[in-house]
């Protein structure tokens, strides 16, 4: 009984540390969700213009 009683003493102060760290990985997971949708948003962007070099063929 003195294992068990030992492990849980030593899963207690685990889970505590634990619980302090969890806030890092969910800032990481918001900020790279936010730097995905910027990136996002500038897909194409390339595409909404006409061609420059389209318009001069024409004109010559």
């Not at 003195?2 to 900020?31: C, D, K, N, R």
């Not at 949708?37 to 010559?60: G, L, M």
């Amino acid at each position: 009984m003195q294992f068990a009683s030992a492990l849980v003493t030593v899963a207690e102060g685990h889970g505590a540390v634990m619980a302090e760290t969890l806030a890092y990985p969910i800032v990481a997971v918001a900020v790279f969700a936010v730097l995905g949708i910027v990136v996002a948003s500038y897909r194409h962007v390339a595409n909404r213009h006409a061609d420059p070099a389209a318009n001069d063929a024409h004109k010559h």
